[in-house]
């Protein structure tokens, strides 16, 4: 079973400023099927990048993911007004998946 | 479009059970497993297991096994989530979220939430 470890668990920064968001997995992710998600307060998540580095559609390209093995990265460039949320990583390469436990990007 | 739209939010005691449906539109039903994900407040994601539509083939997180059911009904494109023997710990949002593509997939459409309240 994969664990996955988000790093920080939270970011404070201000509107322009580049985030850059950690994922480590216990174990190497197979064929990168590693995605990830952005939440905000009563929604449901939603799906930004997956294969470690592909956006899903319609996503932004200040939003990019890199990585392979068992380090991954979830970078904005700038960071817009809306971009505030949580953030999760996810392995969907194996059974049974696995979320990390969230990085929150407030606002400084 | 492809749309999730689950059941309302729902009460229940201890002990008791509950059945979350997901209904699925915009695509073939049968051509896409369905997830099930829990929230409890304040909290991050869980997964709880998928369904494979076509077959009926179920894959439970391990935590879950022996009081989770995941099952379908084809004929409504409806996907349900039945949680047994419910504790206060059970309290959380349940989302029903379909795979973006066949294979291993990452959860690309996600229905709306349903918030299930274990109280006494």
């Known amino acids: 079973e994969i664990v996955l470890t988000q790093s920080p668990g939270t970011l404070s920064l201000s509107p322009g400023e580049r985030a850059t968001l950690s994922c480590r997995a216990s174990q190497s992710v197979s064929s990168s099927y590693l995605a990830w998600y952005q939440q905000k307060p009563g929604q449901a998540p939603r799906l930004l990048i997956y294969?470690?580095?592909s956006r899903a559609t319609g996503i932004p390209d200040r939003f990019s993911g890199s990585g392979s093995g068992t380090d991954f990265t979830l970078t904005i460039s700038r960071l817009e007004p809306e971009d505030f949320a949580v953030y999760y990583c996810?392995?969907?390469?194996?059974?049974?998946?696995?979320f990390g436990q969230g990085t929150k990007v407030e606002i400084k | 479009q492809v749309q999730l739209v689950q059941s309302g939010a729902e009460v229940k005691k201890p002990g008791a059970s509950v059945k979350v449906s997901c209904k699925a539109s915009?695509?073939?039903?049968?051509?896409?497993?369905m997830h099930w994900v829990r929230q409890a407040p304040g909290q991050g994601l869980e997964w709880m297991g998928w369904?494979?539509?076509?077959?009926?083939?179920?894959n439970y997180a391990q935590k879950f096994q022996g009081w989770v059911t995941m099952t379908r009904d084809t004929s409504i494109s409806t996907a349900y989530m039945e949680l047994s023997r419910l504790r206060s710990d059970d309290t959380a949002v349940y989302y029903c979220?379909?795979?973006?593509?066949?294979?291993?997939?990452?959860?690309?459409?996600w229905g709306q939430g349903t918030l299930v309240t274990v109280s006494s």
């Open positions: 915009g695509y073939t039903f049968t051509g896409y497993y």
């Open positions: 369904i494979n539509p076509n077959s009926g083939g179920t």
């Open positions: 996810q392995q969907y390469g194996s059974s049974p998946l696995a």
């Open positions: 294969g470690a580095s």
């Open positions: 979220a379909r795979d973006s593509s066949s294979g291993w997939s990452p959860l690309g459409y």
